[in-house]
């Protein structure tokens, strides 16, 4: 692709941010386990705080190459995005996002930024989207969140970012928890 051109990201991304208050952490526990949001809600209806919806993203260069190298065998070492090597990360830094970033803006200044693994059955399918989901606990990344994104960590701390995405959702409250769940849409 020319530098004339504009680039067009392999997929459509719609995120969600469900809010809970869980001072004694009953509800992340069970989300860590997998609980859907409907049967969170059931368990503990008034400490629903609401729901935000997040779009789209920018695709970050290092990790579509990561997945195209995946995808084509030509790594045959590459990491997966599975259970064990997916990770949400959330940063407090509004820096633009570029496709040539390699971390967080937040990780690169010095500034707050958390990565949590994938809760029980995640990554998962969806039709033609994949659907990651990271529960934020009581007292874990208690911030302005500015930025977020999805990647692949390749060993301990080391990862490839897939996109990230700008966007100011709120600040996280101490005793709160925090459901990030993104799908990307192939299309």
Avoid: C
């Avoid at 001072?23 to 609980?35: D, I």
């Avoid at 919806?53 to 995946?70: E, M, P, R, T, Y």
């Avoid at 599975?82 to 010095?110: C, P, W, Y």
């Avoid at 994104?149 to 490839?160: L, M, N």
């Amino acid at each position: 692709m020319g530098n004339d051109q504009q680039r067009r990201d392999p997929w459509v991304t719609d995120s969600r941010l469900w809010m809970f208050h869980d001072p004694r952490g009953v509800l992340g526990e069970a989300a860590r386990k997998g609980a859907t949001i409907q049967e969170l809600l059931s368990m503990e209806p008034t400490y629903y705080r609401g729901a935000k919806v997040v779009k789209g993203n920018q695709g970050l260069d290092a990790g579509i190459i990561h997945l195209i190298d995946l995808v084509t065998g030509l790594d045959p070492t590459a990491v997966k995005l599975d259970s064990t090597h997916a990770k949400i990360g959330v940063g407090n830094s509004n820096g633009a996002a570029q496709a040539s970033q390699t971390q967080l803006e937040a990780e690169r200044l010095g500034m707050s930024a958390t990565w949590v693994g994938m809760d029980a059955g995640f990554p998962r399918r969806e039709g033609t989207t994949m659907i990651f989901r990271s529960s934020f606990l009581s007292g874990v990344a208690v911030w302005d969140w500015l930025e977020w994104s999805v990647a692949f960590e390749i060993s301990p701390g080391v990862r490839r970012l897939l996109n990230r995405k700008v966007e100011n959702v709120g600040t996280k409250p101490l005793f709160d928890l925090w459901i990030f769940e993104t799908g990307l849409q192939w299309g």
